[in-house]
């Protein structure tokens, strides 16, 4: 009985099996299951046990699931080999003849809560966690976790968790009844304990695959789908998830793990679950630079100075006191000062209003804020952040006081959006000390970080502004210098081709939903209705001198901004909007659109779906490949990063470099040279890495 991935202890009629990986937090690939397979075989013929624990080695994790890595390369029919072996191997180790326990020392995710159901008795940690994450990765729980969940936990519960992959605390899934107990102190020695009860006292086996579904109400299921609607919107994996747990329901069980493996197996194979694995994986190396060693020296930062206390630097002030970084926000007036504590305030009340929150936790992060009209408050910070007005002269001014005031080794950081950080670090003698941190707004909410390294900031100090940014709960992703750095100059691409679309036959409202419908959150032009026009407009109005002839008499924008139409905040732009900020399609602005096509002489014309795709979405992944090959993003994981955290780019597409991948480069390239003869070079040339791709007949994925 010799295994590598379990190990298995015997002693006075128990057998502990161990998984035993815990390098990789015990998840299952087809080694472990096959040991797996292997002990269960031996466990049923050694008379010698009468009771089996099972459990997890290591501190961490109980099983994390399936071997994520290990399934990514998988073709559809070794995906159902996969599914297939797993469901087999729970089903024997439920086929026992002997009572199994589930000691459950940490993460029980996906595979391993799988596994935990597939014993008689579950006992877990304080710590443990429960879940059934597989709907993140596109894919449904595929070793019966549709089929057992929803008899130890109910339909409803089931639904909840499997649709929305979020794991449970221990307590938590004591009360939904996936636990038995919850045990304090050493979790071995109390499953030995309640192994041994079993023993004394003859405890019957329970098996969970002999329990019944119950539904409580018939519609449930279309209940639950339509009460998601919003959430699951254009995910294909929550409603395969309802259809496999309503199998659970109208089906026997052999029946019903046949039915979670024949959607499993669909799924696994899908785009979506590739994208999402892909996330997955990207999400976690993003913050691994390449060419830096993994033991990258970075300095402490015990404190932080911010500095304007406008909506970008309360917001950015209070990521820190969440993280119970102590900050002094410093402004020019008492005045600003008040009203930029007044919104943080509002912004926490709003929060505990919500029950997210206590009152007393909001009490510390206030209390961590500190307003400050005085630079010499900085003097000890171990980081400051910039957040005044984009004008580079005013940063210089800032930075230059900043040189002087702060101790050596203080990293001095610009929330700019697109200014260039060389000429900010050069007015300081430490320009290695010098970065931008680009939050994006609002900061306390939105996931990403551009942190961007100017041409002389030191290793040191980019590394240290990648782990803060952990820290404070974002995703940190590292980038170059160049105008807008890698979202905004992306966007700056879908900006002008939208914009182009209108004067040549769109309206707002059909390249909005357009770009709804292909995931994102909002259209381009809700967007810029919620941001402010105003923002847009005083931006194009800084660059006039260098825009195109066309992009020049492209003035739509500045029409309605002349009628003081800035959006939503106006109750106008270029949709109108009510009390609720609802907005509706206002054919004041279809009058004037039409006019402006008139006035430059367009004859518009019908502009369909797919190219307002094509112009929005593939001119985003030409500047992409661009991007790549200036070097501005080390990787294409970089830019899918910024564009699914700073963007709202559906995440089950991968981001923009992946969805790439999966049209196919030579699809992206023909449109180009299409809308380089249609709308012209200048704005439409193919990038030289991507026709190099295309020549070689790879992604940018591809290895
Ligand atoms: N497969 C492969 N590797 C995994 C893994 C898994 N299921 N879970 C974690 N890892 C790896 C991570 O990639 C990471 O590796 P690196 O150090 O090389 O980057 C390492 O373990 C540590 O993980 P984290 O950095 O994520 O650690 P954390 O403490 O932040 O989070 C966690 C721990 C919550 C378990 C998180 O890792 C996680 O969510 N894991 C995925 C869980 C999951 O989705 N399981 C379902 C798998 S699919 C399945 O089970 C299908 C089925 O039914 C057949």
Known sequence: MSYTYVLLEKEEG???????????????????????????????????????????????????GADIKFMQPLTPVEGRAFGMVGQRVFRELEKLEKPVIAAVNGFCLGGGCELAMAADIRLASEKAKFGQPEVGLGITPGHGGTQRLPRVAGVEAALEMITSGDPVSAAKAKEMGIIDEITEGDLKKAAIAYAKRVIDEQLPLRRVSQLEAKLDTPTVFEDFAKRNARKFRGFLAPYKCIEAVKAATELSFPEGMKREREIFVELQASDQSKALRHVFFAEREVVRIPGLPEDQPTRDIKSVGIIGAGTMGGGIAMCFANAGIPVYLLDVSQEFLDKGMATIKKNYANTVSKGRLTQEEMGKRMSLIKPTLSYDDLKDVDLVIEAVFEDMNIKKEVFKKLDTVCKPGAILASNTSYLNINEIASVTKRPEDVMGMHFFSPANVMRLLENVRGEKTSPEVYATAMKIGRKIGKIPVLVGVCDGFVGNRMLAQRT??????LEEGALPWQIDKVIYDFGFPMGPFAMADLAGLDVGWRNRKAKFDQLTEREKRCNILDKICEMGRFGQKTGAGYYKYDEKRNPTPDPLIEELIINHSKEVGIERREIGDQEII???????????AKILEEGIA??????????????????????????????????????????REAVGPEYWTPSPLLEKLVKEGKGFYSK
């Open 14 to 64: 128990i057998g502990v099996l161990t998984i035993n990986r815990p390098e990789a937090l015990n998840a299952l690939d087809v080694n472990v299951l096959e040991d797996l397979r292997r002990a269960i075989g031996d466990i049923a013929g050694d008379d010698a046990i009468q009771v089996l624990i099972i459990t997890g080695a290591g501190e961490k994790s109980f099983v994390a």
């Open 496 to 501: 002008r081709e939208c914009a182009f679309m």
């Open 614 to 624: 094509e112009r929005a979405i593939y001119s985003m992944i030409n500047e992409g």
């Open 634 to 675: 080390a990787r294409p994981l970089d830019i899918d990063i910024v564009w699914i955290y700073g963007y709202g780019f559906p995440r089950y597409r991968g981001g923009p470099m992946f969805y790439a991948d999966l049209v196919g480069l030579n699809k992206i390239y023909e449109a180009i040279l299409k809308y």
